[in-house]
């Protein structure tokens, strides 16, 4: 047992470690409150020893210990308080020194990639963009663009038709929305259409029911077939290099007299020859002409003033030849491990 002397000096003892007490973390506040507060704890057995005070005395170390007992409960509270508080508010604050989440950007498709490097080109010698209906009537894909009725040439295109009689078809090409540009606006126009064309095709790594074209169209006062080769040799050199070369072969659209196929030289071999090119050292990449009068005059723009020449672009088969893709299906499959490859590029 303790005599009133040590109870006293253990109680000063113990005013003075709370008042020092300045805890760094919630644990340090539970092992003192062990200290002090525990069934076997440092008041604990000073409560006991009181026992052995003298009655007269009772008093005054009752009151002693019990404002000790007070001390130590009050300074318990108020650090755990301060703790907890930090701990919640833990969640909320930014940590700038917490590793950063790994971010799965997405990607643009690489036929839009090649759209808006089509679209950027031509912007930059004058042609502004315009895009109308994928739905079109018979007027507006063929009958306006100088296909006689009944004509052959009308099943050079498998159309996919939505209703007969009469016809109402998924656009076959983008030529289009010429009729529709020009049915609203006289010249001069210098515009590209850009949009998704529908063909009733049996799909293969080469040839797909739905694909892109970007078409070209420039009417104006003298517009010559030497306007319409020097635009197209400036686009191929800005989208295939400044060593591309283009030659252009004879054709036939109803809508354009003359009317030409162009090829670009093969920009994976060089014009060497290789498997993209089948060895010819070529590839194919448009249909082009001047525009035909009638269907310059199925617009009521007056083939006595105005010439004007158009030409149609595969984006697939550009962006193909861009980036070496020998699938035509890869585009429309939307595989991540096909797409994450084209992060980066706009
Ligand atoms: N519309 C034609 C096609 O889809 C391409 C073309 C456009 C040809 C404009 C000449 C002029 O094949």
């Given at each position: 047992m303790l005599d009133v002397r040590e109870i006293e000096d253990k109680i000063n003892l113990y005013i003075g470690e709370i008042e020092d007490f300045s805890p760094e973390s919630l644990d340090e506040v539970e092992q003192f409150r062990n200290r002090f507060l525990a069934k076997?704890?440092?008041?604990?057995?000073?409560?006991?020893?009181?026992?052995?005070?003298?009655?007269?005395?009772?008093?005054?170390?009752?009151?002693?210990?019990?404002?000790?007992?007070?001390?130590?409960?009050?300074?318990?509270?108020?650090?755990?308080?301060?703790?907890?508080?930090?701990?919640?508010?833990?969640?909320?604050?930014?940590?700038?020194?917490?590793?950063?989440?790994?971010?799965?950007?997405?990607?643009?498709?690489?036929?839009?990639?090649?759209?808006?490097?089509?679209?950027?080109?031509?912007?930059?010698?004058?042609?502004?963009?315009?895009?109308?209906?994928?739905?079109?009537?018979?007027?507006?894909?063929?009958?306006?663009?100088?296909?006689?009725?009944?004509?052959?040439?009308?099943?050079?295109?498998?159309?996919?038709?939505?209703?007969?009689?009469?016809?109402?078809?998924?656009?076959?090409?983008?030529?289009?929305?010429?009729?529709?540009?020009?049915?609203?606006?006289q010249p001069p126009i210098r515009m590209i259409f850009p949009g998704r064309v529908f063909r009733n095709e049996v799909i293969s790594a080469r040839a797909h029911c739905i694909f892109h074209q970007v078409e070209g169209l420039y009417v104006d006062k003298d517009v010559s077939f030497a306007d319409l080769k020097q635009t197209l040799l400036f686009f191929a050199r800005e989208m295939f290099g400044d060593q591309s070369r283009i030659r252009l072969r004879p054709s036939y659209f109803p809508f354009t007299e003359p009317s030409g196929e162009m090829d670009v030289s093969c920009n994976i071999c060089g014009g060497v020859g290789c498997n993209i090119c089948k060895y010819t050292g070529w590839v194919e990449i448009l249909g082009c002409g001047m525009v035909d009068p009638n269907v310059l005059e199925n617009c009521k723009i007056d083939s006595n003033i105005y010439t004007g020449f158009a030409f149609g672009m595969g984006i697939e088969r550009i962006t193909m030849l861009k980036y070496q893709i020998k699938d035509l299906r890869l585009f429309f499959e939307n595989d991540l491990r096909f797409l994450r490859q084209f992060r980066g590029s706009y």
């Open positions: 076997k704890g440092l008041l604990a057995e000073l409560f006991e020893n009181f026992k052995s005070v003298p009655p007269e005395k009772k008093k005054e170390f009752g009151a002693k210990l019990n404002a000790l007992k007070n001390s130590v409960e009050n300074v318990i509270e108020i650090y755990k308080k301060k703790f907890e508080k930090k701990e919640e508010d833990r969640d909320t604050e930014i940590d700038l020194t917490r590793p950063a989440n790994h971010l799965q950007p997405g990607a643009r498709h690489p036929l839009s990639i090649i759209r808006n490097q089509i679209i950027e080109i031509f912007s930059r010698i004058g042609f502004t963009v315009a895009e109308d209906r994928e739905i079109e009537d018979d007027w507006h894909n063929f009958t306006a663009l100088n296909f006689p009725e009944e004509h052959p040439a009308r099943d050079m295109q498998d159309t996919f038709f939505i209703e007969k009689n009469p016809d109402i078809a998924l656009r076959t090409h983008t030529s289009s929305v010429q009729i529709r540009v020009m049915e609203k606006t």
